[in-house]
């Protein structure tokens, strides 16, 4: 039995050494590989940025190795570069079937291999991907969705918007990967979203209100001040937020009558967005509310209040009525002097 365990013990231990010096073996690949490619990807650089300026480069010389490192680098580039460059980019994988490998890709059975295309899309600056892309939106993966969505930013596709919407709206997409692809398109989004504000779906209208409060511009306070009437809270709010992020002054009257609306998360909006209209005229209803018990909405008024007139909150905070949220306003002026 003893020997038998030695002789058990010395197989262990051989075994573990064995693992440990493959391991070691792996690694000193690995590295030596990893020095190779760089050493490429420096001889290679100068080609790279030759053909991002237009000049001449002698691509037909290049291995499939050396084809692949220098893509590789252009689509690194991608994110970095506009206009002509942009284009010599597409170009390039138009040109040396990079683009076309990608999108064949895309009907791959393998999801985590139509997730790689439609991520690598993103870098080769094509418009031509664009279509595939949006037919990808639909794919029955989240991953290949969240891929498709990031590069359909990228690629500032204004075609994508719509759908982006939508496809948040319908929850095929969640929020950080629509809004981030869409304030990747930019302002080039807006006129898409302007027209979205009127979606039979409160999810559509509330998030492309969001939307417009970033990418719009002060035109659009006026388009946004209807929306405070909406017959979702959501969208009273998210339009309440984007009004105050415009700096729509115009908006000081509807925004103050949302000071009572029947949701306590929309009164909040509409204290938050008076602050940052920055409209003095609205701090005697803001020091009504903010005399009153709801939590949050006293609180907000309070501070917004203070914000926009603080010698009116200090001066409410030394009466008795004034109540615990105007006199915690007061003391947190008083320990910002």
């Known amino acids: 039995m003893i020997e038998a365990l030695t002789w ?38 100068p080609v790279a940025l030759a053909l991002l300026a237009g000049e001449p480069a002698a691509l037909d010389e290049l291995g499939e190795s050396e084809t692949e490192i220098l893509a590789a680098l252009l689509a690194r580039y ?15 994988f138009e040109e040396r079937g990079g683009l076309q490998l990608e999108l064949e890709r895309l009907r791959d059975r ?46 500032g596709a204004v075609e994508a918007v719509g759908p982006l919407v939508h496809g948040f709206a319908r929850g095929n997409l969640t929020r950080a990967v629509a809004g981030q ?5 930019g302002p080039a989004a807006t006129p898409v979203l302007r027209e979205l504000e009127d979606a039979p779906e409160w999810e559509a209208r509330a998030f492309a209100l969001e939307l417009l409060g970033l990418l719009g511009n002060a035109t659009d306070g006026q388009r946004v001040v209807p929306k405070l009437r909406d017959t979702s809270a959501e969208v009273r709010a998210k ?16 925004l103050v009558a949302r000071l009572d ?77």
């Open 181 to 185: 692809a869409l304030l990747a398109v």
């Open 261 to 337: 609306d029947r949701i306590a998360f929309v009164r909040v909006a509409a204290a938050h967005a008076l602050a940052a209209v920055g409209d003095r005229s609205a701090v005697p209803p803001l020091l009504h509310v903010a005399r009153g018990h709801d939590f949050d909405a006293a609180r907000a008024a309070a501070a917004a209040a203070a914000q926009l007139d603080p010698d009116a909150v200090r001066n409410a905070a030394a009466s008795m009525e004034s109540g615990p949220y105007l006199a915690e306003a007061a003391d947190i002026l008083g320990a910002r002097r």
């Open 78 to 92: 991608s994110a970095r570069v506009r206009g002509d460059e942009t284009r010599r980019i597409a170009r390039f």
């Open 110 to 155: 393998r999801a985590w291999r139509r997730a790689t295309g439609a991520f690598a899309l993103g870098d080769m600056a094509s418009p031509q991907a664009v279509p595939g892309l949006l037919d990808t939106l639909a794919d029955e993966a989240a991953s290949v969705r969240a891929a498709a969505a990031r590069s359909l930013g990228r690629l």
């Open 239 to 254: 339009a309440a937020r984007a009004l105050g992020r415009l700096g729509a002054k115009e908006a000081t009257g509807a």
């Open 8 to 45: 058990a013990s010395l197989a262990l231990a051989a075994a573990g050494s064995l693992s440990v010096c493959t391991l070691a073996a792996r690694r000193l690949l690995v590295a030596r590989s990893e020095r190779k490619r760089r050493g490429i990807e420096r001889r290679l650089t």
